[in-house]
């Protein structure tokens, strides 16, 4: 065992170094991506609001694995070339975002109207509205609702193991392969990576909304 151990540890470090990275990547963009899909519906503006609901309505109902090949496959056929990480990252981004896009959504359904109301009798714009009454406000409410969402795109990312990004569940595959005398020790050592992932997230999430609520 003690000869192996570096190597296992090596490897299950590269998995967890990749899946990290999909998840920094795909979170990002999908918060970002997701609060301007909450825009879009809440818009007083008729296209946006139907671009927005059209968005979440396919995205959210349509299963990851079909997203997945859709990237891998479609994609290239117009002409984008990039990596099998970097397609995974846009197709784990593109399906949370509706999910960050509900939760943000409902957020926003929390604020009182008359707030949205009064800033825009002041001569605030929607996007103004938006940005400095409404959304500072919903961000309290979304916390949960957030941090579930994350949470699911953490485990998501296995998913790319079946499309040959060697992520940490992509790594127990070659792990089980080579060194199949340690089944247990790289089974348990990936589960750990991933009860470590969710437990840092829902951290950082509790930690964030006592922070919010004292300011409250």
Do not use: H
Request: glycine share 8%; charged share 10%; hydrophobic share 55%.
């Amino acid at each position: 065992m003690d000869e192996y151990l570096p190597e296992l540890l090596a490897r299950l470090a590269d998995g967890f170094a990749v899946t990290l990275r999909m998840l920094g990547w795909s979170a990002l963009i999908a918060g970002i991506v997701g609060t301007i899909l909450a825009a879009m519906r809440v818009s007083p503006v008729p296209p946006l609001r139907a671009f927005g609901t059209s968005y979440v309505n396919i995205f959210r109902n349509t299963p990851l694995v079909v997203l997945f090949l859709l990237a891998v496959e479609g994609l290239p056929t117009v002409g984008v070339r990039i990596s099998f990480e970097w397609f995974a990252i846009i197709t784990l981004a593109t399906y949370t975002a509706s999910f960050v896009c509900e939760a943000i959504r409902s957020g926003i359904n929390t604020v009182d109207v008359g707030q949205a109301e009064a800033s825009r009798s002041i001569g605030m714009t929607f996007g103004q509205s938006l940005g400095i009454i409404v959304l500072p406000q919903a961000i309290r409410a979304v916390i949960p609702p957030l941090a579930s969402v994350y949470i699911a795109l953490a485990k998501n990312t296995a998913v790319a193991a079946a499309f040959g990004v060697v992520e940490a569940t992509g790594q127990l595959s070659n792990l089980i392969r080579d060194f199949a005398s340690f089944l247990w020790f790289s089974f348990f050592g990936i589960a750990a990576g991933y009860v470590i992932i969710v437990l840092v997230i829902s951290g950082i999430a509790g930690m964030i909304e006592r922070r919010l609520a004292v300011v409250r």
